[in-house]
């Protein structure tokens, strides 16, 4: 058992080791942030309002098709009352 933590402890160490590799030089900054915000980085307009159409027409397509599907679970499986009508005819 303590040979099993010894190399879960080993393990943890090397991936820390690893992760801490691929740290940035500098710090984060408002510099960074500034630049992800100006007009060369915003995303495109177009390209916003297609994806939030395609994503919202999508959660709508699912929701119909959920109550789609259990309107047919739920149906009831008598005799329809007008195609087995029991009439006179002459």
Do not use: C, Q
């Amino acid at each position: 058992m303590r040979s099993l933590a010894l190399l879960v402890a080993a393990l943890a160490s090397a991936s820390a080791n690893v992760i801490g590799a691929n740290r940035p030089e500098a710090p984060v900054g408002k510099t960074v942030h500034a630049r992800m915000l100006s007009e060369a980085g915003a995303p495109d307009e177009n390209a916003l309002a297609e994806y939030n159409i395609i994503l919202f027409s999508s959660i709508v397509l699912v929701i119909i098709t959920y109550f789609a599907m259990m309107t047919m679970v739920n149906m009831d499986f008598g005799n329809d009352s007008l195609l087995y009508s029991k009439s006179k005819s002459d």
